[in-house]
Structure formats: structure tokens, C-alpha cells
């Protein structure tokens, strides 16, 4: 049996050691020479200091208890994580001791701040640094680094292996997914995280380390919300593209790497496919698969928008076009048009061309609006192309409803035909009353308005469940499918028909 010592040993030092133990340095100098005259107090003078200098070697370095204090009454900065990283590195021939490194991500924070505002915003950010730092140790370094990032210095540990940061990472990822109550709104966050070990880092100083981590984040905001990825040597050549977004973003589409992926859409009353939502990636091919949040902005920036819309468009048709020719019954598909090809004049002449050209009857198309268009000041051309497009025969889906507060005049006005409920009132929707009843109330105002609804981010069964038993028409999300290139869906088109139309199977009764 080992018996540890730490505890007493501290307890000794507290006692003996720090600035209240100076106020006794007079009294025992003046009762040395009281009692034993000068002798005495030439040895107490003697013996004091080395007393003093042995009890305080019992504490721990002042620096590390200082930086445990700076921890709690300042906010750590990216330089003190760095600090923290590079001291570990240096000491740990010595200690035998490694650090390691995380960096947190909100997810989908931008929507969260849109929606509530930016001093709610800031709550948050709060609160999930608080949420972070309550599951780690008083020693490791938590630095707010962007608006929703957070960089750890893991203290250095004997052994820092896989399966230690993985729980770790649960644990901050537990933390952050605690409901927030917010001006009386309950919020749900999840966090993606990226981290690397000492061991696996391209050099041993802090810098390296900090962006081996950043690459495993990436890697894992590539996947989904919630995510966690290692690092590992391959990543560094995937994610080490300076300017690589704004420089080949237009050769992109030339090599046509800028693809139309697939997601899924059931009815939650038969479980059969409704259609098809097409979304951007951009299948690199040093990177791998792009998600749309790293390139839409350099495709926006170079002003390649509208040829984006036109090259969704036609793989989606072609896909449709040739999910018939599989006899794949896909009632539709929908894709998202920028505000700027909206109010292009012409927009309905190249959709009206479009579906001529493969043939398709205009109810094969969905067109998705964000709510942010519908919500924002009139504008008559848009109003006429949606309105022209829904006579037409098109559909028309209202995307991300609740967080752009469109009036129910401006979605008469724009001819919504469909509402798809934002992912932030689903998450949890079969654990949380208040989200249960704010789905209800949008569900009911569909119902009286004569809109059919779609839940969006559906990644729970139980989530799936409790849509169905609400009342929810369609459901998409990872809980269905993930976004699937279009030589994935035939196989998984084949597989769904298949699952229908199967009969269930039933024990055997045995009298």
C-alpha cells in the first residue's frame, strides 16, 4: 500500500511558510537572547533562514501557484497558454511529465447571436467558459481565443494518451450541453473539438502543437456538430492551403469540384421519401470533401454566387433526371437561391429553362429562401419571382423559420408553401417541455396557415418520435441520412424502399 504524504506535507508548509510566520521573527530573536544571551541569538539568526528556506521547499513553485491564482482572477490570453505550453516542453526531460492541447468550438454560434442578440451572445460565451473550466483542473489554462473558441493547455501529465483526452473532451462536451436559460429561452449548444498530445505534434513547442490541434478541429467541423477528432499526421497536409478558399475557388468550378450533395427528406407518416435537399460541397482533391461553411464566403467575395446557384441547379435536376431513370420515385428536390439571384429579373426565365431542358414538371423543384429574406424590407421583385415560380407549380420553403422573424403577411406575400423549423427549437425536442411547445405553436400556425412543415437537424430517433407525434409532416436530418454525394444515394434510395416495403415480422406464438 502506498501512502501519500502531499496532503500533510502542504499542511506543514501552510503553517510554517508565507507572511503571516514573519511577525514571530522578533519575538523568537528577542526570547533567544533573554534566555541564552548572545550565543543564542547568533544561532537563531543562523538557523532561521535555513528553517524558512526547508519548509517552503515542501510547497509547490511559486510560479505555478501564481498561475493557478492568474487563472481565477484574470482571463487567460493566447500567450499564456503558449507560456504554459512551452514551460511544460522544457521541463519535461526533467518531469517526464507531457501537456497536451484542446480547442473548443461552439457550434453554429453566428445563428445564436442573430437570434438573441449580442448581449446574449456574450452570456453565453460566459457561461460555457464557466461550463469549461468547472471539468478541468485548477492548473490547465483556458483562453478565450475568437467569439466562440477556446484554447486549453492541458497541465502536464505522467501519461496523456488517446483514451484520457477523449474523456476529457466528453466531459467539456457534457458541460456545454447543460440547457442555458436565456431572456427566458431555453438554449441547447454542442461544441466541436480538436486536440493533440505532445507525442503527436509535428514539433515539441507550443506553436505547433496549438495548430495541430486547430487542424483536428477542422477536421472534425467537417464531419458534424459535436464532433471530436485527434490529430494526426495526415491532417497537416489537408489543412495547410494558405489562402487556398479565395485563390482556387473559381478553378474550382472549372474542374468541377464544386458538387450538389444529398440529404434526405421522409414523411413522418409513411417513412417514405418526400425529396431531396441539395447541398454545396467541394470535393478538393488534396482536402477531401469542403463544407460549405469554409468556401461559401470566398465564393460571395470573388462573386461567383450566382454561378454557384447554376451549378447546384443543374445537378440537382440531373440528379433528379436520373433517379427516374432508375424508376427511383423522387417526388422532388429543393435548392437554396442566394437574395442578389432572387431578385434577378430573369431568375424565372432560367428556372422555367432549366426544367425544360430535362424535361421535369416545375413541382419536381423546391426553391429554399431564408427566413432572413422573407423577414427583411419588401422587395417587389422577389415578391413577383416566388409568386410567379409558386403559380408555376414550384414549391416554396421558407428555411431556418424562428430565427428571422418573418410576419405571417410576408409569407403569404412570398408564397410559402413549406416552413422548415430551425434545428435550435428541434435539439432535444423529445427531452424539453418549453421546446415541445414551441414546436407545437409553430405547428399549429402551419396547420391554420395551410403550410406544410419540415423539421431540420433531426439526429435523434427520439427526436424523430416526438416530431411525428406532434404533428411534424417531414423530417431531415442526420437522424435520417447525412448529405450523401449522388452515387451514394442510389444504394441508399434502394435500401429506404426496401425497409417499406418489407413486411414486419411477427413472433411466433407457440400454444
Given at each position: 500500500m502506498r501512502i501519500s504524504f502531499g496532503p500533510a506535507r502542504q499542511a506543514f508548509s501552510d503553517l510554517f511558510t508565507g507572511s503571516h510566520t514573519y511577525v514571530f521573527v522578533p519575538a523568537l530573536t528577542l526570547g533567544s537572547f533573554w534566555l541564552g544571551g548572545e550565543a543564542a541569538l547568533v544561532g537563531v539568526s543562523l538557523l532561521l533562514p535555513v528553517f524558512f528556506a526547508a519548509a517552503s521547499g515542501f510547497s509547490e513553485r511559486p510560479n505555478e501557484?501564481?498561475?493557478?491564482?492568474?487563472?481565477?482572477?484574470?482571463?487567460?490570453?493566447?500567450?499564456?497558454?503558449?507560456q504554459a505550453l512551452e514551460t511544460a516542453f522544457s521541463a519535461a526531460p526533467r518531469t517526464g511529465r507531457t501537456p497536451a492541447c484542446l480547442i473548443v468550438q461552439l457550434d453554429d454560434f453566428d445563428v445564436l447571436r442573430k437570434r438573441f442578440g449580442l448581449r446574449a451572445s456574450e452570456d453565453i460565451l460566459c457561461q460555457s467558459n464557466n461550463r469549461v473550466r468547472t471539468v478541468l483542473r485548477d492548473r490547465d489554462i483556458v483562453?478565450?481565443?475568437e467569439k466562440a473558441r477556446f484554447v486549453i493547455a492541458l497541465a502536464p501529465v505522467q501519461r496523456a494518451d488517446l483514451e484520457a483526452l477523449l474523456q476529457i473532451s466528453g466531459r467539456i462536451q457534457s458541460a456545454i450541453a447543460e440547457p442555458l436559460l436565456i431572456d427566458a429561452a431555453t438554449i441547447y449548444l454542442s461544441a466541436s473539438i480538436g486536440f493533440c498530445i505532445a507525442g503527436d505534434a509535428p514539433e515539441k513547442t507550443s506553436e505547433p502543437l496549438l495548430e495541430a490541434a486547430d487542424d483536428a478541429l477542422a477536421e472534425a467541423r467537417l464531419n458534424a456538430n459535436g464532433a471530436i477528432r485527434a490529430y494526426s499526421h495526415e491532417m497537416r497536409n489537408k489543412a495547410r492551403f494558405p489562402?487556398?478558399?479565395?485563390?482556387?475557388?473559381e478553378c474550382a468550378f472549372e474542374n468541377g469540384q464544386i458538387q450538389a450533395w444529398f440529404q434526405p427528406q421522409l414523411s413522418t407518416d409513411t417513412g417514405r421519401i418526400t425529396g431531396f435537399e441539395a447541398l454545396a460541397r467541394w470535393c478538393h482533391p488534396e482536402r477531401g470533401v469542403i463544407s460549405p461553411t469554409d468556401f461559401l464566403p470566398a465564393i460571395e467575395n470573388s462573386g461567383l454566387s450566382e454561378r454557384l446557384n447554376e451549378v447546384?441547379?443543374?445537378h440537382a435536376l440531373t440528379a433528379l433526371k436520373s433517379w427516374d431513370e432508375a424508376e427511383l420515385n423522387i417526388p422532388s428536390v429543393a435548392v437554396n437561391f442566394s437574395s442578389q439571384e432572387l431578385r434577378n429579373p430573369k431568375f424565372v426565365d432560367k428556372i422555367k429553362w432549366e426544367l425544360d431542358r430535362f424535361d421535369l414538371a416545375p413541382e419536381r423543384l423546391s426553391v429554399e429562401i431564408l427566413e432572413t429574406v422573407v423577414a427583411g424590407p419588401g422587395d417587389d421583385t422577389v415578391s413577383r419571382n416566388l409568386t410567379t415560380l409558386a403559380n408555376l407549380g414550384c414549391g416554396i420553403d421558407l428555411d431556418d423559420f424562428g430565427t428571422g422573424h418573418a410576419s405571417i403577411l410576408n409569407i403569404r406575400r412570398f408564397a410559402v408553401?413549406?416552413?422548415?423549423?430551425?434545428?435550435?427549437?428541434?435539439?432535444h425536442v423529445d427531452k424539453d417541455q418549453s421546446q415541445q411547445r414551441m414546436v407545437s405553436a409553430i405547428l399549429s400556425l402551419?396547420?391554420?396557415?395551410?403550410?406544410?412543415?419540415?423539421?431540420e437537424g433531426v439526429e435523434t430517433i427520439g427526436e424523430h418520435a416526438m416530431l411525428?407525434?406532434?404533428g411534424c409532416s417531414h423530417v431531415q436530418g442526420f437522424a435520417v441520412a447525412r448529405p450523401m454525394s449522388f452515387e451514394d444515394s442510389l444504394p441508399w434510395?434502394?435500401?429506404?424502399?426496401?425497409?417499406?416495403?418489407?413486411?414486419?415480422r411477427f413472433g411466433r406464438y407457440i400454444g
Open positions: 501557484k501564481q498561475t493557478r491564482q492568474d487563472d481565477f482572477s484574470r482571463p487567460a490570453s493566447h500567450e499564456d497558454v503558449c483562453a478565450q481565443v489562402n487556398v478558399m479565395s485563390d482556387n475557388v447546384m441547379l443543374f408553401g413549406r416552413i422548415k423549423i430551425d434545428r435550435s427549437f428541434i435539439t402551419a396547420e391554420r396557415l395551410e403550410l406544410e412543415t419540415l423539421a411525428s407525434q406532434l434510395i434502394e435500401r429506404q424502399l426496401a425497409k417499406l416495403s418489407a413486411p414486419p
